[in-house]
């Protein structure tokens, strides 16, 4: 899936670097363990929604203004961005450091990336930054291979006002409470969600969310049970239950009108216009959002069903990846940069920046008004990370987001859906 989601799709303004930036900032050819000088500047390739999307741009800013070293950025747009990395890693002209996806789960995946020989390792200042239990999705051979940006968290971003509109007066808080607000919503003239059911990374991503409770608050080690063979998608319930819930949803008019042929332009103009209350999408989107369209979303949990406790997405969804084929000086300026931004003050800049979540200490006190209503399952530790990124390859993830298209259009059945899963995890 793309690796950032703003909803304020726009042209990204300047000039982009498509294929040319030769690897190698740096100008010295020391060594990256530090014997030798690191260089004075370094280039770094990022993804982007639109112009407005300058998290990672404002940060380096930042670096750059407090240690004259000369960062050139790379913005290369959302949609693609995954294809134009791992084109120029395998081309040999990839910018020296660039944003990477934990674990195994994309085309851009660090351990992937890592044992195709493309990344550079880290050193311990990144590894100590790795959240508890998830050292296996930057780790190749004892080797840490990129350090995480923030926790990001995956939900429904939700407008109150456009709810209250039509009589929904709150987000549900079970299943059942979910219909009946997508009849009210209807009643209303709006759609209780708006998918773009036509890009396999939202139907996807929409899955995702809705497994938070359905599998993994009662089996959080279920991917490493199905690593070890001893589950398998076609045969867990709560998998089955999650693709049923998404047929009930679109059955009982839940998403707009066109659903399955939805793009990201209908979830701009859908939340952006106020004729959905919701949409699934990583919660960094409610912070652009509410900048860019004047509005006060917030970021919910998948309603849970029947005997079921409320859970949520939430994890280390973006890395910092070192160019394996850098100049050694480049790498070693690429490594002080991620030094100095893992330090906490620089950690939180960051995650504001991103309308995300610190990457360690997390505190209803510190977090962004935008995820007050999931704080308390934050704060406790009820989440689980991105399904998807520790399956063993992207085929498994586009059988999901091409299985769910095929629900909505009545092409597929969930059992097929989940025995292409299983197909695809090999």
């Known amino acids: 899936m793309p690796l950032r989601w703003s909803l304020l799709v726009a042209p990204v303004a300047g000039a982009l670097i498509l294929s040319g930036c030769a690897a190698g900032g740096g100008d010295d050819g020391g060594d990256s363990g530090g014997d030798s000088a690191a260089a004075d500047s370094f280039s770094v390739m990022v993804a982007q929604a639109n112009d407005q999307d300058v998290a990672y741009q404002e940060l380096i800013t930042q670096y750059s203004e407090e240690t004259g070293v000369d960062v050139e950025v790379i913005p290369y747009p959302s949609e693609a961005y995954n294809t134009q990395l791992t084109t120029q890693l395998q081309a040999g002209n990839a910018a020296d450091a660039m944003i990477l996806a934990p674990g195994t789960g994309q085309p851009i995946s660090v351990i992937s990336l890592a044992e195709a020989g493309f990344l550079e390792p880290v050193d311990e200042t990144s590894a100590d930054v790795i959240p508890e239990g998830t050292e296996s999705m930057y780790e190749v051979d004892g080797k840490i291979y990129a350090q995480p940006t923030s926790l990001s968290v995956s939900g429904f971003v939700y407008n109150p006002a456009a709810g209250e509109e039509v009589g929904v007066d709150e987000f549900p808080s079970s299943f059942d409470d979910l219909l009946e607000a997508c009849k009210t919503a209807r009643d209303g003239g709006k759609s209780f969600a708006v998918i773009a059911g036509g890009v396999p990374f939202n139907t996807g991503l929409l899955a995702q969310i809705v497994s938070a409770t359905r599998v993994y608050a009662e089996t959080p080690d279920w991917n490493q049970q199905r690593a070890d063979g001893d589950v398998t998608f076609a045969d867990s ?140 399952l934050l704060e406790s530790g009820a989440y689980a990370g991105l399904p998807n990124a520790e399956w063993p390859n992207p085929a498994v993830y586009d059988a999901l987001g091409v299985g769910v298209q095929g629900l909505l259009t009545g092409q597929k059945t969930v059992d097929q859906v989940l025995e292409e899963m299983d197909a695809a995890w090999g």
Not at 332 to 337: E, G, L, N, T
Not at 346 to 357: E, H, I, N, Y
């Open 237 to 376: 319930d709560g998998w089955k239950q999650t693709l049923e819930d998404i047929i009930t949803m679109n059955e009982e008019g839940c998403y707009q009108d066109g659903a399955a042929g939805g793009t990201f332009d209908s979830i701009t103009n859908g939340l952006g216009g106020g004729s959905a209350l919701s949409a699934p999408v990583p919660g960094s989107a409610a912070t652009s959002i509410n900048a860019g369209a004047g509005l006060e979303t917030d970021v919910q949990a998948f309603p849970p069903a029947d005997g079921q406790d409320a859970f949520a997405l939430a994890s280390a969804n973006y890395a910092w990846g070192i160019n394996a084929a850098a100049e050694d000086g480049a790498k070693a300026a690429v490594q002080q940069f991620l030094d100095w931004a893992a330090e906490p003050e620089q950690a939180k800049t960051f995650a504001d920046l991103f309308g995300a979540v610190p990457i360690s200490g997390i505190s209803a006190d510190t977090l962004l008004p935008v995820y007050q209503p999931i704080a308390e």
